[in-house]
């Protein structure tokens, strides 16, 4: 297969990890006789920097242009810290899931076996916990109407739905519960909110088509709540936009670290990969950045275009560097790998999965591994 890839790496980390992701990728053109081409754009703080613009119109285009779009991170302190920026980096990643009408985020969280132990929750609490969130990622607050009055003392900002967007969502969620324990939660503040009442209208409505799945519902404060006392209670989280960027970012916590969880931002005609943490500015050249995230993004990229076996293999690197405690310092404080290291460990696995266990002291001493 041939793609064309759209590469964003964006700020802060986002390079250093995204550029372990293109290796994994290339490991598996190599292994698997594919062919993929890596097209670089410019998006977030660096592109203010260059172009005044967080989303260049040309970076746009070329996005709009290839396969898949591969995201890294945005963000830059001086930004973050001016709430008076008129532009500022998050405004390039909600126009490019606003223009490439990217209304489905997928994010799998998922407690490794070798990982129990670095997670603040207690091990028989998130032992087995297997979730996929499906956030709803271009409507809502995010996206609605914004107010401020003229004295700068009265804000608001409009929550709004249509059917036709709860309903666009809410298939994917149960096609994915059917393939899973066939169990699907809908999350919302049904109580108070009048966008709630009717995401639960809809999704009840809907749930007729899919008589197989079991469809509850959990409100938001309480969903919290469950995703730390009993992971294990849910299979499929559907949930409108603010809520699914809280309670993901919450679930990372399950895993250990928020650098092991990928993203899929898929829409009716275009996708985007992108792990889930932010540019994490403070570790930017040091080499400590966790790139499993943005490793396992591109392996859900490859199963966005049916390559299953290709994504796989990444999986499988992944489960073996963690089991071998290939990793950065989030997860081995006592003999930790750099960022890049990591990446040339799951790379090698891939083109050589027999032989990696055996090019695992090379990695540790400092030699090159095999690519």
């Known amino acids: 297969m041939k793609l064309e890839i759209a590469v964003l790496a964006g700020d802060g980390i986002g390079p250093e990890v995204t550029a372990q992701a293109i290796k994994s990728l290339e490991a598996i053109a190599h292994s698997f006789d594919h062919t993929f081409l890596f097209k670089e754009g410019l998006v977030g703080a660096i592109a ?45 990643l909600l126009k490019l899931r606003k223009e490439l009408g990217l209304y489905a985020n997928i994010r ?30 271009t409507g809502g607050i995010y996206f609605g109407k914004k107010t401020l009055n003229d004295e700068g003392t009265v804000a608001s900002d409009l929550c709004e739905y249509s059917k036709e967007e709860i309903e666009r969502i809410a298939h994917l969620a149960f096609k994915e519960a059917l393939k899973r324990k066939k169990k699907l939660t809908l ?79 898929i829409g009716d005609k275009f996708a985007m990969f ?58 081995n404080s006592h003999q930790p790998l750099s960022t890049q290291k990591v990446g040339d460990f799951i790379a090698d696995y891939i083109t050589n999965p027999f032989d990696t266990n055996v090019n695992f002291e090379n990695i540790h001493v400092g030699q090159s591994t095999i690519i």
């Open 48 to 92: 203010i920097d260059k172009t005044g613009d967080a989303l260049p119109q040309e970076t746009l285009d070329l996005c709009a242009a290839t396969d898949a779009v591969l995201f890294g991170a945005i963000g830059d302190p001086k930004y973050d810290n001016n709430p008076g920026s008129k532009v500022r980096p998050e405004q390039g």
């Open 108 to 137: 799998p969280v998922k407690a490794y076996p070798t990982l129990l132990e670095h997670s603040p929750l207690k091990r028989h609490i998130i032992e087995g916990t297997d979730i996929a969130i499906y956030r709803e990622l």
């Open 187 to 265: 999350v919302d503040k049904a109580n108070v909110l009048e966008t709630s009442r009717l995401w639960r209208k809809v999704v009840t409505e809907l749930a007729t088509a899919y008589p197989e799945v079991q469809l509850d519902f959990m409100f938001v404060d309480n969903a919290a709540m469950q995703l730390i006392l009993n992971p294990k209670s849910f299979d499929v989280i559907l949930t409108e936009n603010m809520f699914g960027d809280i309670l993901s970012d919450e679930a990372s916590v399950i895993g250990g670290s928020i650098g092991l969880l990928a993203s899929a931002s």
């Open 274 to 331: 992108e792990p889930i943490h932010g540019s994490y500015p403070q570790a930017t050249g040091k080499g400590i950045a966790n790139p499993i995230a943005a490793i396992l993004s591109v392996a859900m990229l490859l199963r966005h275009f049916n390559l299953n076996e290709e994504a796989a293999v990444i999986e499988q690197g992944v489960e073996k560097a963690l089991e071998l405690h290939i990793t950065t310092p989030d997860l």
